[in-house]
Structures are given as structure tokens and as C-alpha cells.
């Protein structure tokens, strides 16, 4: 079978076992297609994490980076596999392996799109970048977080397009123009410890926290917008401080987190949640993480390109909106940059015999060089 450069370049890529933060040497394959092209690349490694920064031209107008990450999850149970995870093995027009949806394929797309768009225009206006990460799927810490100060010292960006996998059932049908935040929050309800025989002489903090909890199921945070829907406070974990039948615990432990919009704030969750501690009458103790602001674009021009873009070589009209969870994207709006995410279907993402329709990779290769020539 011969086939197109982008999936040859998206199997080199699967078959590299980069599980976060490894990346095995993804960045290095990358970097030498850049250069051969003219571009110049930066690898910077923090930690165990790798991250590659590529760039071209210098020119006024504007400046577009694609954003991606190299690392994948774990397999799970390689037995259960159809085909080996790491083989990128091509069955009935699908490429599988651990990555080829969530986000091999779009990073070998946006990085040959890059190329060819250079080669055709070599005095091209503005600038085109690139920067990957092997931190993506893991804590994110040592990533993209540390990459964007380092960058923009000598890089200013308009535009942002992540290559995550937005698409849901055919390849553009949803573009992600935004992300909700994420804030994690760890209560602790405290009690009174005793023996269950002498309740009396103690407080249960599960009874003390029944009314608590039927409040947070109930309460409304904010109404969202035309974009974002309502912020969302979900439960993910409940215990005690005891795990012996006869001792009432002295504490009840809640970890939750909130998705929130940008009619929220950190602040005015962490009040409204203090509030109804308060009303209950509880004793309590807070640990909060926050572990990504939202971000929204409104750029009307940008998205009437992803639309042009997508309908030319799809004849589908594309839904914006803001579902999902978090991406790096969070790390690069905070600079005032307009952030996007296109890419291709999401339905096998994490899980096993993980694919992508081989024809979606090669279109989405020629939907990001469209976009690029409408941009800059």
C-alpha cells in the first residue's frame, strides 16, 4: 500500500512508546522535518519532560502556533488489543495505536501542513510555529506551563490552534473555541471521634454533612452563557478517618472539582462554597488546587476561517462550542492569544484498539495548511 507522507509520519510517530512524560524521541523526528524546511527549533527539557518549540519567519502580520503534545496513556491491557498498540497497523482504512487519535495524527498533520505551506511560500507574512510537549497527559507541569513564559520573551502569538480531538462524528463537525476552568477542592468535615455504642459522646460528621451535600447537588454557581453551559460541581471521592465498624470517625474527607465558566471566578467559587459550609454549620477544612483558568474566543475573523477551512474540503458546517475537559490551550490564553481546538474524531481517545480513519488525517493535513494561508 503506498501511502501519504502524513500517515507515514503519524505511524513513525505511534510506534514510539512515549508514554508521559517519555517522549522517546517524537520531538527529534519532528525537529529534523522543521529544519530540512528552514525552520528554526528550540528544545527545551524540564525535568523528565521534553518540549520542542519551531518557528518561521519574522516578517510583519501575524503569527499563528500550532500547539500539540507527544506523550500518550498508558495501554491498559495490551492483550486486548486488536492490534498491538504501538504497531501502527493499518486495518479497513483505519491506522491504530495507543496516540493516533488523541494526538499523533494531528501533530503530523499540523507539522507537514506547516512544511508544505513554507515550501510554497518561503517569503511568506508573519510567522508559523510550533510547539509540542511530552506533558500533556500527565501533570502538566514541566510542558507547555513552562514553555509559554520562556517563549513569549521573544515571541508574540495571535492565533492558537491545538491539534486535540475535537471532531465528534465526522471530522470538523466541532471546533472547541474555549475550555471551562478546572478547580479542585479537598473538604474535610470535621466530627467528634467516639465509640458507635456511645453517640452521645460524639459527632458523626457524615450526619453533620447530610444536609451539605444535599446543597451542593442542588446549588446553581452561575448560568453560564451563550457558549459555556452552567459551571458544574461533581463529587469524585468520599471517606472517613476510620475504617473500623466500631469507632464513629472524626472527620469526613470530599474531594471534588468544579468545571466553571468565565461567569465564575476562583474567588467567588471558593466564597459560595465557604457559604454553605457556613450554613450548615460545620467545622471545616479547605485545600484547594486550581489546575487551569477557562479561556474563550470571540474572534469572529478566526472563526469564519476555521468554518471556510473546514467546509472547503468537508462540506460540513462546523458547532463551536466549549464541552470537554482541559487542554493546554489553558497555558497559552492567558497571554491574550485566541485559542481553538481542531482535530480529529474523539470516540476511541484513551481506550483500547484507539484509531483514526486514515482519509480524516490526510484532510485535516490540508485543512490546517488552508487555515494557515487564510491567517496569515
Not at 184 to 193: R, S
Not at 285 to 302: C, E
Request: aromatic letters at 8%; charged letters at 25%.
Amino acid at each position: 500500500m503506498d501511502l501519504s507522507p502524513v500517515i507515514q509520519l503519524s505511524r513513525e510517530l505511534i510506534q514510539k512508546e512515549s508514554i508521559t512524560p517519555d517522549d522517546k524521541g517524537c520531538q527529534k523526528i519532528l525537529s529534523t522535518l522543521l529544519m530540512d524546511a528552514g525552520f528554526t527549533c528550540v528544545h527545551k527539557r524540564f525535568g523528565d519532560v521534553d518540549n520542542l518549540f519551531a518557528w518561521h519567519g519574522d516578517k510583519e502580520g501575524k503569527s499563528l502556533m500550532f500547539l500539540g503534545h507527544t506523550d500518550v496513556v498508558p495501554t491498559g491491557d495490551d492483550s486486548l488489543w486488536k492490534h498491538p498498540p504501538f504497531s501502527a497497523e493499518i486495518d479497513t482504512d483505519y491506522l491504530y495505536g495507543r496516540g493516533s487519535a488523541d494526538m499523533k495524527a494531528a501533530v503530523a498533520a499540523f507539522t507537514l501542513a506547516m512544511i508544505d505551506y513554507v515550501k510554497e511560500n518561503p517569503d511568506h507574512n508573519g510567522k508559523i510555529s510550533l510547539m509540542v510537549t511530552s506533558d500533556e497527559e500527565g501533570i502538566a507541569h514541566d510542558g507547555v506551563k513552562k514553555m509559554m513564559p520562556y517563549v513569549s520573551q521573544n515571541h508574540d502569538f495571535d492565533y492558537c490552534i491545538v491539534g486535540e480531538p475535537s471532531s465528534s462524528e465526522k471530522l470538523g463537525d466541532v471546533v472547541r473555541i474555549g475550555r471551562r476552568g478546572s478547580l479542585h477542592v479537598n473538604i474535610t468535615i470535621h466530627g467528634k471521634q467516639g465509640h458507635v455504642a456511645y453517640p452521645q459522646n460524639a459527632q458523626n460528621p457524615i450526619f453533620l454533612s447530610a444536609n451539605f451535600i444535599q446543597d451542593l447537588s442542588e446549588f446553581l454557581w452561575d448560568d453560564g452563557n451563550e457558549d459555556f453551559p452552567p459551571t458544574s460541581f461533581q463529587i469524585s471521592s468520599v471517606k472517613t478517618s476510620s475504617n473500623t465498624s466500631n469507632i464513629i470517625p472524626e472527620s469526613l474527607k470530599i474531594q471534588a472539582n468544579f468545571r466553571y465558566s468565565p461567569e465564575s471566578s476562583e474567588s467567588s467559587l471558593k466564597t459560595q462554597l465557604e457559604q454553605l459550609l457556613k450554613k450548615n454549620n460545620l467545622t471545616f477544612t479547605l485545600d484547594w488546587s486550581l489546575s487551569g483558568l477557562p479561556f474563550h474566543s470571540k474572534n469572529k475573523s478566526l472563526k469564519k476561517a476555521l468554518n471556510d477551512s473546514i467546509f472547503d474540503f468537508t462540506q460540513i458546517q462546523p458547532t463551536f462550542n466549549t464541552a470537554g475537559g482541559t487542554s493546554d490551550g489553558r497555558f497559552v490564553a492567558p497571554s491574550g492569544v485566541d485559542v481553538v481546538e481542531l482535530g480529529v474524531i474523539n470516540k476511541t481517545i484513551h481506550q483500547i484498539d484507539e484509531c483514526v480513519k486514515i482519509e480524516d488525517v490526510e484532510t485535516l493535513e490540508k485543512i490546517y495548511q488552508n487555515l494557515i494561508s487564510k491567517l496569515l
